[in-house]
C-alpha cells in the first residue's frame, strides 16, 4: 500500500506512479484539493483510493483500475474509460463518463447535466438525480437512475438503455418509454447489485431509441 | 450572353448554376450535401508573386547551393517534437469516408516523402499506423473509436475544434458507407447515418481545453506534442486562445479545405479563406511572442509549391494537403470519367464523396470499387506529388536567396490585387501601399 500526499508530490508524479502500478498494487491519495487530471490513463488492475474532492477529468480513459473517489468529482469523470471502475461516493458534476466504451462509474450521488454522453458501452449507475441532456447521443451500454432524470433525456439517443426509477422531467428527441423484458430485469438487477444500491428492479421503466432519426428524414426535420 | 445566339444574355443573378439548384431544391425539398471544398472564386495564394532576387538581393544556385526543408513541430512542452523532411503534411481524413486502402496509401506516400499523416473521425486502423512512420491522431468531437492505447501509439495529438469546410459544423458519415467494419469502430449499428459531433462532449470553451490538453499529456508521459486545429474564421483570438490553453502546435484550416459530406451552404458560406488566415494568425503568435515556438501549419487549397511557399513566407511553418492528396492518389482521374458521366458527374468536378460510390475507389467502403486503389502506387504517386511540391518550393526560396525554406518572409512578396494586398498584408504590387496598414 503506497501513500501519495498531493501537499508533496505533482499530479505528473501521482500520476506516473500510479500508472507504473502492477495488478494488485494498492495505492492511498491524500489532500486532492479539486486538482485536475487525476489517476488518469491508468491501464492495470490496481486499486486507488483517492480521499477528497477532484477536479476535472479525473480516472479520464481509465483501463481495468479501480479508483474509489471519497468525496465529488468535477467535471468529465471517468470520461473515455475504456474499462475498470470508478465509483464516487458524493456527487459528480457535468459530463460524467462521456464517451466512455466500456467499465462500471457508480455516482452514490447525484450527477449534473450530460452524464453519459455520447457513452459507447460503459455502465453507469447514479444513486441520486441527473441533470438535463443526460446520454445525449448516447450509443450503447447502460445508464441507471435510481432518482429523477432531468430535462431531455436521451436526446437522440441511439442504442443505450435508460432505467430510471424517479421521475422523468421530459424525454430528448426520439428517446421514448420501451418494455421492461426479462433481459432488461436481469441486467439491471446486475448492475444495481454490482453498484450495491438496494432497489428493487420493478421500481424502474426503461427508455430507449424509437429509431425514427437512423437515416436523415426530410420528414423529421421539425424534431429540430 | 449565350455564344450561339448573342441575344441571350444570362443573369448575373441568376446564373444556370442557381437556377438549377433552386429547382433541384424544390424537386427535392432537401439542402445540397457534397463533399470537396469552396468551388467560389475568393483571393488566394494566385494573388501574390515573390519578387525574385536582382541587384539588392542575391540568389542561392539551383540544384547547387542547400536550401534546407526540415521542420521540427511540437517543440514547446512535448518530449518527442515531430521531425519532417518537408513542410508538406498530410490533413486528417477519416477511415469510413476514405476506403481502408487509401488511407493506407497515404500512410505510404507520406513516409516515402519523410512526412507526416493524420487519422480521422472514427479512429486509428492497424493498416495507417503500421504504414505510416510519423502519424498524427486526431482527438474529435465525436470521438468515435477513440481509444487511450491510439493516443499512446500516435507520434502526436491534433485537438480538433473545427475545420476550414464547415467551421461550427459537425459531420454525418450517412448509412451507405457504414461497413461492417467501420459500425464495429464507431459502436453504432450498420447501415444508419452517423452524426459526428459540433463540439467536444467533455469541455466548453478555453479554460477547459487548457485542462483538457494537461489531462492528454499525462495520459501520453508529456511525450507527444499537441496540435489544436480550427477552422478558419475569429482566427487572431482563436490562436490566440489555442496557445494560452498550451497547444504545441497550431493547424489553421481555410475555407477551401476540403470535407467528406457537408451542406453546401455552409462549404460556400462559413469561414475565411486561406490567404487573410495565415496572416491573422501569424500576427496572434507573434503578439504573443511565440512565433516560431508554437509552430503554425495552414491548410485549405494548397495546391502547389507555390503556394506552400507563400504560406511559409508570410509566416507559416508548415502546410497540409487534403483534396490534393486524394487528387494525387487518382481523384477526379480521367480514366474514370465514363464513369463519372454514368453518376452525373465528370472527372473534375466529382464531388459527391458522401455517397460512397467512387469510380476512383477512394471514398468509398463498397470492396469492389476501394480494389481499384493500389495502396502501393497510391502511395509513389502522392510521394512523388509531395517531392514536386518541395522542389518547387525550394526553387522559389532559392530564387530569393534563402538558405532554408523559413527564411521566406513577407517582404519577399508584393500582391496582384489590392484584396489580396489587404488580406496577406503585403504591398501591392508596385506600390508600398498595404490596405489597412498605418491607417491608410
Known amino acids: 500500500m503506497a501513500t501519495i500526499d498531493l501537499n508533496k508530490s505533482t499530479i505528473r508524479e501521482l500520476n506516473e506512479k500510479l500508472q507504473g502500478g502492477s495488478s494488485g498494487d494498492k495505492f492511498i491519495v491524500n489532500n486532492t484539493v479539486g486538482k485536475h487530471a487525476l489517476s488518469v490513463g491508468l491501464t492495470e488492475e490496481v486499486d486507488v483510493e483517492i480521499n477528497g474532492h477532484v477536479g476535472y477529468y479525473c480516472a479520464g480513459m481509465n483501463q481495468e483500475a479501480s479508483i474509489k473517489i ?83 433525456l436521451g436526446d ?19 428517446c421514448v418509454e420501451k418494455d421492461m423484458k426479462k433481459e432488461h430485469k436481469e441486467e439491471l438487477a446486475k448492475l444495481l447489485d454490482k453498484a450495491q444500491m438496494n432497489y428493487a428492479v420493478d421500481e424502474f421503466k426503461r427508455y430507449g431509441s424509437a429509431r425514427k432519426l437512423y437515416n436523415f428524414d426530410i420528414d423529421q426535420v421539425d424534431e429540430y | 450572353m449565350s455564344k450561339d445566339n448573342p441575344t441571350l444574355i444570362e443573369s448575373a443573378t441568376f446564373p444556370r448554376h442557381v437556377i438549377a439548384e433552386i429547382q433541384r431544391a424544390a424537386k427535392t425539398g432537401i439542402y445540397d450535401i457534397r463533399g470537396f471544398g469552396a468551388k467560389r472564386d475568393i483571393p488566394t495564394f494566385d494573388d501574390l508573386v515573390f519578387l525574385g532576387a536582382s541587384t539588392s538581393r542575391y540568389p542561392l544556385e539551383g540544384y547547387r547551393e542547400k536550401c534546407t526543408t526540415e521542420v521540427v513541430l511540437g517543440n ?33 506516400g507520406a513516409t516515402l516523402a519523410g512526412t507526416s499523416t493524420t487519422t480521422g473521425d472514427g479512429g486509428m486502423t492497424p493498416e495507417e499506423r503500421g504504414h505510416s512512420k510519423t502519424l498524427i491522431y486526431q482527438y474529435l468531437p465525436s470521438r468515435y473509436g477513440m481509444n487511450p492505447d491510439d493516443l499512446r501509439r500516435a507520434d502526436a495529438i491534433e485537438i480538433v475544434l473545427g475545420q476550414g469546410a464547415k467551421p461550427g459544423g459537425g459531420g454525418m458519415l450517412l448509412g451507405q458507407k457504414i461497413s461492417p467494419r467501420v459500425a464495429e469502430m464507431r459502436n453504432l449499428p ?12 467533455d469541455w466548453t470553451g478555453p479554460d477547459d481545453l487548457e485542462i483538457k490538453i494537461q489531462e492528454l499529456r499525462e495520459i501520453t508521459n508529456w511525450e507527444k506534442p499537441i496540435y489544436v486545429k480550427v477552422g478558419a474564421t475569429r482566427v487572431f483570438y482563436d490562436v490566440t486562445l489555442a496557445v494560452k490553453a498550451g497547444a504545441d502546435v497550431v493547424v489553421v484550416d481555410g475555407m477551401q479545405g476540403g470535407t467528406a459530406a457537408t451542406q453546401d451552404v455552409f462549404i460556400e458560406h462559413v469561414g475565411i479563406p486561406t490567404l487573410p488566415a495565415v496572416r491573422m494568425a501569424v500576427e496572434a503568435l507573434q503578439e504573443m511572442d511565440m512565433h516560431r515556438k508554437v509552430q503554425l ?3 485549405g487549397g494548397i495546391r502547389s509549391g507555390a503556394d506552400v511557399a507563400k504560406a511559409l513566407a508570410l509566416g507559416a511553418d508548415a502546410v497540409s494537403i487534403g483534396t490534393a492528396a486524394l487528387i494525387a492518389l487518382g481523384d477526379q482521374s480521367p480514366e ?3 464513369e463519372y458521366k454514368a453518376i452525373g458527374s465528370a472527372a473534375g ?25 493500389d495502396p502501393i502506387l497510391g ?62
Open chain 2, 297 to 299: 501549419i495552414v491548410s
Open chain 2, 349 to 373: 468536378f466529382w464531388d459527391d464523396y458522401q455517397q460512397g460510390n467512387d469510380p476512383a475507389g477512394i471514398t468509398t467502403q463498397d470492396p469492389e470499387l476501394a480494389k481499384r486503389l
Open chain 2, 76 to 108: 514547446r512542452f512535448a518530449k518527442n517534437p515531430i521531425h519532417l523532411k518537408t513542410p508538406v503534411t498530410i490533413a486528417g481524413m477519416s477511415f469510413g469516408s476514405l476506403s481502408a486502402q487509401a488511407k493506407e496509401s497515404l500512410g505510404r
Open chain 1, 70 to 152: 471519497n468525496g465529488n468529482a468535477g467535471p468529465g469523470l471517468a470520461e473515455n474509460m475504456m474499462s475498470g471502475e470508478v465509483r464516487v461516493t458524493g456527487n459528480a458534476s457535468q459530463y460524467a463518463a462521456a464517451t466512455a466504451h466500456g467499465g462500471l462509474l457508480v455516482i452514490e450521488g447525484d450527477a449534473s447535466s450530460r452524464c453519459g454522453i455520447s457513452m459507447k458501452g460503459v455502465n453507469i449507475v447514479v444513486g441520486g438525480n441527473i441533470g438535463h441532456m443526460s446520454a445525449f447521443m448516447a450509443q450503447s451500454g447502460s445508464l441507471v437512475v435510481c432518482g429523477d432524470a432531468g430535462d431531455a
Open chain 2, 190 to 201: 450498420e447501415g444508419i447515418d452517423q452524426r459526428s459531433a459540433c463540439r467536444h462532449p
Open chain 2, 336 to 338: 474514370f470519367d465514363d
Open chain 1, 156 to 174: 437522440s439517443i441511439y442504442e443505450t438503455k435508460i432505467y430510471v426509477r424517479g421521475k422523468v422531467k421530459s424525454l430528448g428527441t426520439d
Open chain 2, 379 to 440: 502511395g509513389r504517386r502522392l510521394a512523388n506529388y509531395i517531392n514536386v511540391l518541395t522542389l518547387e518550393l525550394q526553387t522559389l526560396a532559392r530564387a530569393c536567396g534563402k538558405s532554408h525554406v523559413h527564411n521566406l518572409e513577407p517582404e519577399d512578396m508584393v500582391a496582384l490585387t489590392m484584396e489580396a494586398a489587404a488580406m496577406a498584408g503585403v504591398p501591392l504590387a508596385g506600390t508600398s501601399w498595404i490596405p489597412g496598414k498605418n491607417g491608410m
